[in-house]
């Protein structure tokens, strides 16, 4: 499956919010985005915290379908916000090449490279 046929399939599951909200579809859509991937991030975080507090073994099943729910959201996101998935990768691999050059070093990851000269 391609990112866009993922991107496809992924919006005949998508909410639509009844007018009168006063948000437009693609601010309720990027609110559905952002909550949604917080709260699939805190149920990744408490899979984990299970394992390194209480001892329990790595749920692998959960974490893949959380992971499969981030990307859910993901894919709403990047749809309200007009981009695809492809576009995502390529500025997020430029961006971590400027950051590290050769490879990943605590010292470039403090001096972000990528950021400098931002106020």
């Given at each position: 499956m391609t990112d866009q046929e993922y991107m496809e399939l992924t919006s005949r599951t998508c909410k639509y919010f009844p007018e009168g909200m006063n948000l437009s579809s693609d601010q309720a859509d990027?609110?559905?985005?952002?909550?949604?991937?917080?709260?699939?991030?805190?149920?990744?975080?408490?899979?984990?915290?299970?394992?390194l507090i209480y001892g329990k073994p790595i749920d692998v099943d959960n974490l893949?379908?959380?992971?499969?729910?981030?990307?859910?959201?993901?894919?709403?996101?990047?749809?309200?916000?007009?981009?695809?998935?492809?576009?995502i990768m390529e500025q997020n691999i430029a961006k971590?090449?400027?950051?590290?050059?050769d490879r990943y070093t605590d010292e470039?990851?403090?001096?972000?490279?990528?950021?400098?000269g931002e106020a």
């Amino acid at each position: 499956m391609t990112d866009q046929e993922y991107m496809e399939l992924t919006s005949r599951t998508c909410k639509y919010f009844p007018e009168g909200m006063n948000l437009s579809s693609d601010q309720a859509d990027l609110l559905h985005a952002i909550l949604g991937i917080s709260g699939e991030a805190g149920e990744l975080v408490d899979g984990f915290k299970k394992h390194l507090i209480y001892g329990k073994p790595i749920d692998v099943d959960n974490l893949r379908e959380e992971a499969g729910d981030i990307l859910w959201y993901m894919a709403l996101l990047f749809r309200s916000i007009g981009v695809d998935f492809e576009i995502i990768m390529e500025q997020n691999i430029a961006k971590l090449q400027k950051r590290y050059p050769d490879r990943y070093t605590d010292e470039a990851a403090i001096a972000r490279a990528d950021k400098a000269g931002e106020a």
